[in-house]
């Protein structure tokens, strides 16, 4: 009973997110369905590991290659799906050289499989892969070729797991500056829980790889040890997939606008303090910091100039992405509304809506980020201050 629920935990939750996200979206290329292949990977990996643990040696021998296939096809489609996320478009020819070690450690297991005999297999598969017993590991054998196979697979994933989650962190940053300087409030918009799910990612390989260290043999015969690497591998799997679903497609396209670097020195060069002052009159004049919706290209279109060359302005000459340039205006301009007895009566999310934050969330961790106090406390102490002075003038008049 705790075998069968041990190994069919994961196949459970593996199988589940596969259907959510394949079968739920009707592009054939969105990033959810790649989230879906790469639990279908899952699925057939730990069914093998099912096939394995209730010693159907024939049967496993004959799989082998699928769970080779699978368990190095999981980290490319992760990658993948990462690379979606950012926007970014991949062509499946460019797709496939990131599946070749799944293909060609898959093609030469299958091989070498129905190349040696029925008691071939079963040596392998109870000496090597269950004992680790390697001095049957006869390098010069078909069945001492299968042992490298499985060992070379091993490797290969270490590498992987380095590779793709490093990847998939970088892509996600740089992603994260373009959205930040794209969009005025970048709450919901940026790749930031690409680390959250990097985290899990890294926990399923080191488990993996530990496991493998502790060796099949051992799990086989302390069968109740079995729970902890299901529980790991089928919590993991659940945290990946609902991390997955939460993400909605609100983004649209960035469009990235070729540069001309040698027309954008001459605008530097002939009207850089012309557009800077533009820039302030419409921040500091028309307030177009209050619109929860600014983006970069609607001071572009006010302004009849390229996106580019404002963002670089803003970055060179203020030293600040866009979205921390429109919040600068923000802050000061909660400040204002915060300190005023006019609007003392009005709620931190009024206070956000009016400044231009999209969220009180958001105008909440940006001004704490900025002031080192959340806006409520920065507001009593304005008032406390306020109060102090008042009474000081008092006492003064008093005296006098």
């Known amino acids: 009973m705790i075998k069968a629920i041990a190994l069919l935990t994961p196949i459970y939750v593996s199988f589940f ?24 990977m899952a699925l057939l990996l730990y069914i093998s590991h099912a096939i394995f643990f209730n010693n159907l040696y024939i049967v496993y021998s004959y799989i082998e290659s699928i769970y080779f296939f699978s368990m190095l096809s999981m980290y490319p489609l992760y990658y993948i799906y990462i690379l979606l996320r950012s926007g970014k478009s991949i062509s499946v020819k460019s797709q496939l050289k990131h599946f070749l070690p799944a293909i060609i450690l898959f093609t030469l297991s299958l091989t070498s499989t129905f190349l040696i005999s029925s008691d071939d297999r079963i040596l392998y598969v109870k000496d090597i892969l269950m004992d680790k017993n390697l001095k049957v590991l006869n390098m010069y054998s078909l069945t001492g070729l299968k042992g490298i196979f499985f060992f070379t697979a091993r490797l290969i994933l270490v590498v992987q797991v380095i590779f793709y989650a490093s990847s998939g962190i970088k892509t996600a940053n740089e992603f994260n500056k373009k959205v930040a300087n794209y969009y005025s409030n970048i709450e919901g918009r940026t790749l930031q829980w690409v680390r959250d799910l990097n985290i899990a990612i890294l926990i399923v390989a080191v488990a993996s790889i530990s496991f493998s260290f502790i060796g099949r043999s051992y799990f086989s015969k302390h069968e109740i040890s079995l729970l902890i690497p299901s529980f790991i591998f089928s919590s993991v799997l659940f945290y990946i ?89 923000r802050l000061t301009e909660a400040k204002e509304l915060l300190c005023s007895k006019n609007h003392n009566i009005y709620t931190m999310e009024h206070i956000a809506e009016m400044a231009g934050f999209g969220s009180a969330a958001s105008f909440s961790r940006v001004f704490k980020e900025s002031e080192g106090l959340t806006p409520g406390n920065y507001r009593n102490k304005m008032q406390n201050n306020s109060h102090n002075t008042n009474d000081e003038k008092k006492e003064i008049s008093s005296d006098r």
């Open 241 to 329: 997939g609902f991390k997955g679903n939460q993400q909605t497609d609100q983004l649209e396209k960035m469009i990235e606008e070729n540069d001309n670097q040698e027309e954008f020195a001459a605008i530097k060069s002939e009207h850089e303090e012309k557009l800077k002052s533009q820039i302030i009159k419409q921040f500091e004049m028309d307030k177009v910091h209050t619109n929860p919706d600014l983006r970069i290209t609607t001071i572009s279109e006010k302004l009849g100039t390229n996106r580019t060359y404002i963002s670089r302005l803003i970055n060179e000459e203020f030293g600040m992405n866009f979205n921390e340039f429109v919040n600068k205006y």
């Open 17 to 40: 997110w596969c259907s959510v996200f394949i079968f739920s979206q009707k592009e054939q290329r969105h990033p959810k369905n790649y989230l879906g292949y790469l639990m279908l």
